[in-house]
C-alpha cells in the first residue's frame, strides 16, 4: 500500500514536469497574450468587454491584414503601440516574451485571414522614382522633375493608385508642365493624363517572388503645339516583378511596350530595373532608409534604332512614425545617346493612405 501511493506521487510530480516543459502552442501563446484583447477570433473583443475606447483591429480581414508585413507587426508587438504611433494601450511584449515567441504567435496570427489571394505587405517593397511596383497600392504620389537644360523644364505628375479586389489596382496620372521655351515667357499646361491598371497574377512569400501584369492608356489631354503632348493616344501593355532578397534587399523590374494609336509614330520597347536595401537608423524600430539604384532603357522598334540607357542613383526615406510618408531624391543621368538629353533632378512624396491620414503617425 506504501509503495504505490509512493509510485503514484513520483508519477503525477513526473507528470507535472513533463508539462510544464512541454512548449506551448501558437495558439495558447495567442490565446494567453493577445486574446484577452484581441479576441480568440483575431476580430478584437467587443468594446464593452474591454476597459479602453480604442478600436481594435480586425486581423480577420485580410485587406488590412494582408498588407501588413511581419516585420511591422513585430516591432509593434515587441515595442508597443506608439513604436508605429499606435494607440499605448498596445502593450510592448518585448520584456514578456522571446523573439520566438513573438515570432510563433504572428504565425498563428496570419491563420486568421482565410483568402491568400492577398499579397503579402512584405511585397510592397519600396517604390522607385521610375520602375513601377509588381505590388497593388493604395496610395498618392506627387513627382517632381526638374531638367538641367537650358529651358529648364520642370514637370510635376499627380498620381493616384486605388487598390481593387484582392490583387488589383487602378490608377491615374496627372501630369502638369512647365518650361522656359527659347522665345518668351515661361509656358505651363496640363500633359497626357494616363489610366491604368494592374493586376498580381502571382505571389509567393516562400520563394520571394511578386509578378504583376497591367496595361495604361495614355491620352492626348496635352496640347502638342505648345509642346505639352504627344498628340496621340499611346496603349501601354507592362509585366513588372518583384523579388524578395536577403539581408531586406530587393530586385523589381518592369518592361512595357509603347503603341502610339496615330500613324507617323513609333512603337517603343522599354525596361527599368531597381535594385535596392532597406536600412533601419536608430535601432531595429527607427527610421527607414532606401538607397537604390535603377536603369532605364528605351529604344524604339525599328530596326537600327539605338537603346537609351539613364541611370538614377536615389534614396528613399521614412519622413514619420507610422513609415506611410515616404520622400525619395534622385538624379536621372543619361549614360548613351547623350545628345539633347540632360541630367534631371527627381523628387517624390508618397502617402500611402490607407495607413492613415496624411497628417497621422508623426
Ligand atoms: C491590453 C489590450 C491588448 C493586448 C493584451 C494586446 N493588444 Fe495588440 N492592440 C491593442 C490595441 C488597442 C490596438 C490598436 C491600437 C491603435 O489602433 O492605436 C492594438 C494593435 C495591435 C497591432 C497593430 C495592428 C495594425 O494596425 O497594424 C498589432 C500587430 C497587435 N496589436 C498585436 C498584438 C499581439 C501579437 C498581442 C499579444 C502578444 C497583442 N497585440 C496584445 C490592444 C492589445
Known amino acids: 500500500m506504501k509503495q ?3 509510485l503514484c506521487t513520483t508519477l503525477v510530480l513526473f507528470i507535472t514536469a513533463v508539462l510544464s516543459a512541454q ?25 464593452e468587454d474591454v476597459a479602453f475606447e480604442t478600436p481594435l483591429p480586425d486581423f480577420s480581414d485580410c485587406e488590412f491584414a494582408s498588407r501588413e508585413p511581419d516585420g511591422d507587426w513585430y516591432t509593434v508587438t515587441h515595442q508597443g503601440g506608439p513604436a508605429r504611433a499606435f494607440d499605448r494601450i498596445m502593450p510592448a511584449f518585448g520584456e514578456a516574451l522571446t523573439e520566438e515567441e513573438i515570432l510563433r504567435i504572428l504565425a498563428h496570427v496570419r491563420i486568421f485571414c482565410e483568402d491568400k489571394r492577398w499579397p503579402r505587405g512584405e511585397f510592397n517593397l519600396p517604390r522607385p522614382l521610375f520602375t513601377e511596383k509588381a505590388f497593388p497600392e493604395d496610395e498618392v504620389v506627387v513627382t517632381g522633375n526638374y531638367d538641367t537644360g537650358d529651358n529648364e523644364a520642370v514637370e510635376l505628375e499627380l498620381l493616384y493608385e486605388k487598390r481593387f479586389g484582392p490583387a488589383g489596382m487602378v490608377e491615374v496620372a496627372v ?16 500633359g497626357d493624363v494616363a489610366l491604368g491598371y494592374k493586376h498580381t497574377i502571382f505571389h509567393n512569400l516562400n520563394s520571394g517572388n511578386i509578378f504583376s501584369v497591367g496595361g495604361e492608356v495614355i491620352l492626348p489631354t496635352g496640347d502638342e ?17 518583384g523579388r524578395l532578397l536577403p539581408a531586406d534587399a530587393f530586385f523589381q523590374a518592369h518592361a512595357f ?4 494609336t ?19 537608423s536608430g535601432g531595429e524600430f527607427g527610421r527607414s532608409w532606401v ?7 528605351i529604344r524604339d522598334l525599328t530596326s537600327g534604332a539605338k537603346t537609351k540607357v539613364d541611370l538614377v542613383p536615389q534614396i528613399q526615406i521614412s519622413l514619420n512614425t507610422r513609415q506611410h510618408i515616404l520622400l525619395n531624391v534622385g538624379v536621372r543621368i543619361p549614360a548613351t545617346e547623350t545628345t539633347g538629353r540632360n541630367t534631371q533632378i527627381v523628387i517624390y512624396l508618397l502617402w500611402d493612405w490607407f495607413d492613415g491620414g496624411f497628417l497621422d503617425g508623426w
Open 23 to 47: 512548449e506551448k502552442s501558437n495558439a495558447e501563446l495567442y490565446e494567453s497574450a493577445c486574446a484577452g484583447c484581441h479576441g480568440s477570433d483575431g476580430k478584437g473583443r467587443m468594446q
Open 291 to 297: 538607397p537604390m539604384l535603377e536603369i532605364l532603357a
Open 175 to 190: 501630369p502638369l508642365a512647365s518650361f522656359n521655351p527659347s522665345i518668351g515667357g515661361r509656358e505651363a499646361g496640363i
Open 225 to 241: 503645339d505648345r509642346g505639352f503632348g504627344k498628340g496621340t493616344t499611346v496603349l501601354e501593355p507592362f509585366v513588372t516583378y
Open 257 to 260: 511596350a509603347e503603341f502610339p
Open 262 to 280: 496615330k500613324s507617323g509614330f513609333d512603337d517603343e520597347l522599354g525596361l527599368r530595373m531597381a535594385l535596392g536595401k532597406t536600412w533601419t
Open 4 to 6: 504505490s501511493h509512493w
